[in-house]
């Protein structure tokens, strides 16, 4: 399963599980989003940059180009 396509299959998605980690997230302890699909990606891309903001969470995103 792609990252990006997290929860379509159960109607939720990956920016949802996202702002609910957060909510979680002791003070010492840093999240980084691992490599994701555009496709899925863009679908969540202002929530996501919202998300990429947390204090701890990493301001990085991988996300692969193929040519």
Sequence with gaps: MKLGAYGRDINTNIS?????????????????????NPPYMMEHLDSIAQILKHP????????????
């Design 16 to 36: 949802v599980l996202l702002q609910e980690l957060t909510k979680h997230l002791p003070e010492d302890v840093m999240m980084r989003i691992g490599m994701t």
């Design 56 to 67: 701890n969470v990493y301001c990085f995103l991988h996300v692969p180009v193929q040519v």
